[in-house]
């Protein structure tokens, strides 16, 4: 297959959204929707270069995005598995699945290198009704940098006046490092290729004691809900999963600022 570069997002392609809200303030996920999946995949591998598909294996439903590979003839594919959404179950359950999809053709993989991203109360307006606490306030990214290892750099994120609410790292532009690919070359062999591109969790090789406690004390630290990292990561079990993804979880949280 000819080498593809898939590009960075834009600052306006990445969306914020609230994983979770208490009296002290908002965390908030990167995320982007399946209209710029569609938008990159046209744009890199043309519009007829590329199909999806669903398919429902033991009661879950996946999708399937196929490449053509002009080379071997033959279409390249990757696989993931969708969670069901708060509403409209069934066309949440094929958007999320096709986004996972994406993601494992390196669309989007730049967000997981973020750090966690938190916002005080007295930086945002929270309200609560009952039992719960709801933020009606709507959040942007205003800007965001690039690394040559495709990793986020800098962050600003805005609110709904405009008006800057979470910083981090260096001055962010949207655009990488001068001199440096903004994407990623995608090579592969002749014949299909399938992945879930789920994240393994290996039962028989659970963290340590020491690790979990480490992740613990990071959370305290960071103020970030276990819940919240369950939810970016797609992790069903935080004790079982594997020492690659713990890794992860922790430099993201390294990166994160102490909670007041």
């Given at each position: ?109 730049e967000l997981y290198t973020a750090p966690f991203i938190w916002i005080p109360a007295d930086r945002t307006e929270i309200q609560r009704r009952g039992e719960r606490c709801f933020c009606n306030d709507r959040f942007c990214v ?114 994160t600022k102490t909670v007041a």
């Amino acid at each position: 297959m000819e080498d593809h570069i898939i590009r960075l997002l834009r600052a306006d392609e990445i969306e914020c959204r609230a994983a979770s809200v208490s009296e002290k303030g908002v965390s908030l996920l990167l995320y982007k929707d399946a209209r710029v999946d569609q938008r990159i995949l046209d744009e890199t591998f043309g519009i007829f270069g590329w199909q999806r598909s669903h398919q429902c294996i033991e009661g879950s439903l996946y999708c399937t995005v196929e490449v053509y590979d002009k080379d071997s003839g033959t279409w390249v594919a990757k696989q993931d598995v969708g969670t069901p959404g708060y509403a409209e179950k069934e066309k949440s359950l094929a958007s999320d699945s096709f986004k996972r999809a994406c993601f494992n053709w390196g669309i989007g993989r730049e967000l997981y290198t973020a750090p966690f991203i938190w916002i005080p109360a007295d930086r945002t307006e929270i309200q609560r009704r009952g039992e719960r606490c709801f933020c009606n306030d709507r959040f942007c990214v205003h800007s965001i940098g690039y690394s040559g290892e495709r990793e986020i750099t800098g962050l600003v994120i805005c609110n709904g006046k405009g008006e800057p609410v979470y910083e981090f790292g260096a001055k962010s532009t949207g655009r990488t490092e001068k001199g440096r690919e903004q994407g990623t070359g995608i090579k592969g062999k002749a014949g299909a290729e399938r992945k879930t591109g789920k994240e393994k969790e290996p039962q028989d090789t659970p963290l340590s004691r020491e690790q979990m406690d480490s992740l613990k004390a990071e959370l305290e630290r960071t103020g970030v809900a276990m819940e919240a990292v369950q939810d970016r990561y797609h992790i069903r079990k935080p004790e079982t999963m594997s020492e690659a993804l713990y890794n992860r979880v922790m430099e993201a949280l390294s990166k994160t600022k102490t909670v007041a």
